[in-house]
């Protein structure tokens, strides 16, 4: 008389390399394939009891089989997935950040005292015209006046020394 791990071990001799070849094309991976019919069958000798009296050992451990796949697929799907390539994002260069502040900060002081104060409240405080002029005491129309310059003034003094394609498109044919 056979023991229980006999009789399991018997089976897997004789449908391990079927169920390996439907792990693979379940899997497409000789490794994950090798898991999947490990995972398997292990589950199949926990319970080896009521595999054995299915009408099918062989279809109940494909089952098993194919249930884990399904199961391993729907973890991938809602999981951290590995790309072959990173996409092409430049990160926030700290270095440059603070160049470019500089930069500005630079261009800001060229400015006169009423023109900085107006593009720091409107630009950086974030007031509207109207705030801006109660602040400074004049009308919203000089508020407007000294932003359209000071604006105009410091995208000259930054702008790059190479045109940009939004330069060229811009310019007026010679």
């Known amino acids: 008389m056979s023991t229980v791990d006999d009789q399991f071990t018997d089976f897997v001799v004789a449908h391990e390399r079927q169920l390996l070849r439907t792990a693979y094309l379940l899997a497409g991976d000789h490794g994950h394939a090798e898991d999947l019919v490990q995972t398997a069958l292990a589950k199949a000798h926990r319970h080896w009891a009521r595999v054995q009296q299915a009408d099918s050992p062989l279809a109940y451990v494909r089952r098993v089989l ?14 951290e997935q590995v790309i072959e390539t990173l996409p092409e994002r430049p990160g926030d260069d700290p270095q440059l950040a603070h ?3 500089d930069e500005l900060r630079e261009a800001l002081r060229t ?32 508020v407007n006046t000294h ?3 000071g604006l105009a ?8 020394a190479t045109p940009t394609p939004a330069d060229l498109t811009h310019r007026r044919p010679s």
Not at 66 to 79: A, D, K, Q
Not at 131 to 142: K, P
Not at 153 to 160: I, K
């Open 147 to 149: 932003a359209t310059r």
């Open 66 to 79: 194919v249930t884990s796949h399904v199961s391993w697929r729907r973890r991938l799907m809602t999981s």
């Open 111 to 142: 400015l006169s005292p009423r023109v900085r104060a107006v593009l720091v409240l409107r630009f950086y405080e974030d007031l509207t015209e109207a705030e801006t002029a109660r602040v400074l005491g004049c009308s919203a129309s000089t």
């Open 153 to 160: 003034t410091l995208r000259a003094q930054l702008r790059p």
């Open 99 to 101: 160049a470019i502040g």
